[in-house]
């Protein structure tokens, strides 16, 4: 199929097959937001991951899971039991025109119903099936249950977060989920490539718990250098560079030893400086042995200013200073909407139309935004299954009576 | 051609370089220093697989060398402050002059336009920013965040995806193309679901420790074991695992009362659930929870440290780690890419390069400068 070069996305023509729940439906959505073609493919009756909160509230005829949404943008939706055997064949012809397929069923499931990669390779020499669990399709820990709070504790993310006093902390959101697609949509195009050499299709195993222990930047480094163990320590981050202060109407979080002496000056003209102006504090050792007293003085200082004040002062002079922002506060930045980071997407069941966040780049070519709402349960049922498959309306009748789409 | 510093920028090369790519990182004598030293660990964690060449780019000549490597490479990517690249006139205009089919990728903490793009930031600035360090946090009257500088390797594997993305569009059409990566967005793409909660709904998101949320489950967090700061997690998304929990605990009598009999009441009465449950983890190790819960087919597991991971028999069984031999160094262990291709032999995998390692082979073999041509660049401090 050629396709006009002004119309072209990034990925226009790859198509990718979606039997994903919440642990990797971002995996085919970042695909999808870069032009590739993925059917959603969803138990008849709809993917337990639509239930999953926050939901649209208020809404005319049904809530919608915005978290549904949110990870299938752009997306077509289909449905079909892939464990009956019509369906099976079903999906098997609709294998035969796929590149990518995506999925997170507890490893051995695919083979349990005649399915497993050999399956999908012998239909489909070129097929790309990525596999995302909670640990992997081996080891001894394979077949264990997980969720986001488990492979954050396993991962080791937990440990190293929250207060010294309290329990570890883990990170808000599936952030587990959220790396481990980004890790698999990276497998997705680096077997693209190289099936573009050897025509060879691959299978690629994604772990939650690897997801998120390759995801922590100095924790394993220090280990295995220095064999330090990296402990939470709150706010105040691992090299004791930046930790978060009061101000009068919310929090900052600020550099404590850099530009040292330009941030007295500044401190000082407001009277504020105290002992932090002796010499001794000049020699960066010291400061940082005596961290404790730098923060309780700098605090004193945060206090009497607002949030926004520091912010774009602190910025002017070169300080790496931002605001704890809320969520709220992230949707006012007059920086996402100058670069216009949220996208109108229309709502065909709400019948309006929903902000989201799009991507967090531009490119210069190839990036054309399709805009397309999480499609509703079996959406594009007439068009894949009888525009694409050639199945008629009696027979399509017949597979819906029979629950298999 | 890798001219990026610290650890976004880097990360990205470094999965790229890990499945193959030629990445020839440009380092300067100067400019090598702290995060950026070569034998500094952190250093050598991103920057394994790569080529190191030095080249003062604050010189017109190491420009001009630069440029000549741009014209045989595939890929630029740079994360310097927006102005730097423009400043030294190797911004995308200049560099597809030299070679129109480039990618050229720059990264940056607020992306290349608007009003905020020459503010400064690192990854915990950009968590702060994004709204991951709100959320992540007991209460909104203490903000904590996430003990490292997560944000960075987000950006890095967007930055990768970026990378291949352009690659396969220049398959297909033979054009390069210009990519603005900002990390700011990439954190708040992390939060998608609760931003569009806070936009759809008009709802004041707060942070709630390891409190479920928005998923229907209790009991479900962090509980203290036997042992020095040992925890581990529990998750109970269902009645039948509730009933598996309790039977585990031995059926206790408190776990029998009505307020605790549905999933509703349960998360009405978690904070009672969670003293209840704490009272019978802290008798026994995290792992021998974690143990009996997982064969009642319950999630959980154990809080694991650096030590506790260095020895994970899953991490092990899947070979995780790896050894590599570091010229000055020696051995160091360092964390195998998690993207695993069943059935394919692993790339083999190289420690980071000295500074200027590569200098010989890429000024003399790609380029093909003479020896003499080289002693004098060094000797102006061109190729210094």
Not at chain 1, 91 to 98: A, H, Q, S, Y
Not at chain 1, 190 to 206: M, Q, V, Y
Not at chain 1, 315 to 340: D, H
Not at chain 2, 91 to 108: C, H, P, Q, T, W
Request: aromatic residues 8%; charged residues 25%.
């Amino acid at each position: 199929m050629r396709i006009e070069e002004k119309e072209r996305g990034l990925l226009s023509g790859l198509r990718v097959l979606d039997l994903a729940d919440e642990k990797a439906g971002f995996c085919s959505k970042l695909l999808a937001d870069m032009g590739a073609r993925v059917i959603k493919i969803e138990k008849p009756g709809g993917d337990p991951s639509r239930n999953i909160g926050p939901f649209s509230e208020g809404s005319l005829k049904s809530k919608t899971s915005l978290s549904f949404f949110y990870n299938n943008t752009n997306k077509l939706g289909i449905t079909l039991d892939i464990e009956q055997r019509e369906g099976k064949s079903l999906f098997l012809r609709l294998v035969k025109e796929t590149d990518v397929i995506v999925e997170t069923f507890p490893p051995g499931y695919l083979e349990q119903i005649d399915l497993d990669f050999k399956v999908l390779k012998k239909t489909n020499p070129e097929i790309i099936l990525v596999s995302v669990t909670g640990f992997g399709q081996t080891g001894p820990r394979r077949d264990d249950k997980s969720c986001d709070l488990v492979a954050s504790a396993y991962g080791g993310q937990m440990y190293v977060s929250g207060s010294p006093s309290r329990p570890p902390l883990k990170a808000f959101g599936e952030q587990s989920c959220f790396a481990a697609s980004l890790f698999a949509a990276t497998g997705v195009l680096l077997a693209l490539r190289k099936r573009a050499k050897t025509g060879e299709g691959k299978h690629i195993d994604i772990s939650l718990q690897e997801s998120v222990t390759a995801t922590l930047e100095h924790v394993m480094v220090r280990y295995f250098s220095e064999r330090v163990l990296p402990r939470r320590q709150g706010s105040l981050h691992w090299n004791d560079v930046f930790t978060v202060l009061p101000c009068k109407d919310g929090f900052i979080h600020l550099t404590l030893f850099q530009q040292w002496e330009t941030l007295i000056e500044w401190m000082d003209s407001e009277g504020m400086a105290e002992d932090l102006k002796d010499e001794k504090w000049l020699n960066e050792d010291y400061r940082q042995a005596n961290v404790a007293h730098v923060i309780k003085i700098l605090s004193r200082w945060t206090k009497t200013h607002q949030v926004n004040e520091l912010f774009e002062q602190g910025q002017l002079m070169r300080f790496p200073w931002a605001p704890v922002q809320s969520p709220g506060e992230v949707l006012r930045s007059p920086q996402l909407k100058e670069r216009n980071f949220f996208v109108d997407l229309n709502h065909p069941e709400m019948g309006s139309v929903l902000k989201c966040p799009g991507v967090p780049y531009r490119f210069s070519r190839g990036l054309i935004p399709k805009k397309k709402s999480a499609p509703s349960t079996g959406a594009d049922n007439e068009m894949i299954y009888k525009n694409e498959l050639g199945i008629s309306e009696e027979e399509l009748s017949r597979l819906i009576s029979k629950h298999i789409i | 051609m890798d001219l990026t510093r610290v650890l976004a920028g880097p990360y990205s090369t470094r999965i790229l370089a890990d499945f193959g790519a030629e990445i020839i990182k440009v380092q300067s004598k100067k400019t090598a220093t702290g995060a950026e030293s070569n034998t500094a660990p952190y250093f050598c964690a991103w920057n394994r697989n790569k080529s190191s060449i030095t080249l003062d780019l604050s010189r017109l000549e190491a420009r001009e060398l630069f440029l000549k490597l741009v014209k045989i490479s595939d890929v630029v990517v740079e994360n310097f402050s927006p102005r730097v690249m423009t400043n030294w006139d190797l911004n995308y205009d200049r560099l597809k002059e030299v070679n129109a089919e480039l990618i050229m990728l720059s990264m940056s903490g607020m992306g290349q336009t608007g009003k905020w793009k020459d503010f400064v930031a690192f990854g915990p600035t950009l968590q702060s920013l994004g709204g991951l360090t709100y959320l992540t946090s007991y209460s909104q009257d203490e903000p904590t965040g996430l003990g490292y500088a997560y944000a960075d390797l987000v950006s890095g594997l967007y930055g990768v995806i970026a990378i291949l993305a352009a690659l396969e569009y220049r398959d297909k059409t033979g054009h390069g193309q210009y990519i603005d990566l900002s990390e700011y967005e990439a954190v708040c793409t992390t939060l998608g679901p609760t931003l569009m909660d806070a936009l759809t709904n008009q709802n004041e998101v707060l942070p709630k420790g390891n409190a479920a949320g928005h998923i229907p489950a209790a009991p479900y967090g962090c509980y203290k074991c036997l042992g020095e700061d040992r925890w581990c997690v529990i998750a109970v998304f269902s009645d039948e695992e509730w009933n598996d929990l309790c039977s585990v605990m031995d059926n206790p009598t408190w776990a029998m009362e009505d307020r605790f009999s549905t999933p509703t009441k349960r998360k009405i009465n978690e904070a009672e659930l969670d003293t209840r449950i704490e009272k019978w983890t802290s008798k026994q190790t995290a792992e021998e929870v974690a143990k009996l819960l997982q064969e009642a087919e319950i999630s959980s597991g154990v809080v694991q440290d650096a030590e506790d991971l260095s020895n994970d028999p899953q991490l092990l069984a899947r070979d995780f780690f790896v050894e590599l031999k570091h010229p000055i160094l020696g051995t160091t262990t360092t964390d195998k890419n998690p993207i695993k291709f069943r059935g394919s032999k692993q790339e083999s995998l190289r420690a980071s390069p000295l500074l200027g390692e590569a200098n010989h082979y890429v000024f003399q073999e790609l380029l093909g400068l003479s020896e003499n041509d080289i002693r004098s660049y060094r000797k102006k401090g061109i190729i210094a």
